[in-house]
Nanobody
Framework: VQLQASGGGLVPAGGSLKLSCAAS????????MGWYRQAPGTERKLVAD???????TYADSMKGRFTISRDNATNTVYLQMSSLKPEDTAVYYC?????????????WGKGTQVTVSS
């Protein structure tokens, strides 16, 4: 499975940004796709994920400002980010987890930089 993320960039505080991540290759019908982020000097942390059935999990600190969605027809997951803050600055990574034949197999995208200026 290959993941191609896009949509990162530089945005002023209070602004919005939408990330996209398209999965290709051997896509299982049962899977989860999500977004994680990693700021310099910190560990990678969950932002949100959504499974193929539509169940969503948000990190508590992301609720209300970030919205995850997916298009199962194109195997694409989106992250709409609003009211961005400088502390949202990080590299955002897309993750795909197989819950079919390759149960538990993870794949990661290369990451896209999001920078929020104050």
């Amino acid at each position: 499975v290959q993941l191609q993320a896009s949509g990162g960039g530089l945005v002023p505080a209070g602004g919005s940004l939408k990330l996209s991540c398209a999965a290709s290759g051997s896509i299982s019908g049962i899977n989860a796709m999500g977004w994680y982020r990693q700021a310099p000097g910190t560990e990678r942390k969950l932002v949100a994920d959504i499974n193929s059935g539509g169940t969503i999990t948000y990190a508590d600190s992301m609720k209300g400002r970030f919205t995850i969605s997916r298009d199962n027809a194109t195997n694409t997951v989106y992250l709409q980010m609003s009211s961005l803050k400088p502390e949202d600055t990080a590299v955002y990574y897309c993750r795909y987890t197989d819950y079919g034949d390759d149960y538990g197999m993870d794949h990661w995208g290369k990451g896209t930089q999001v920078t929020v200026s104050s």
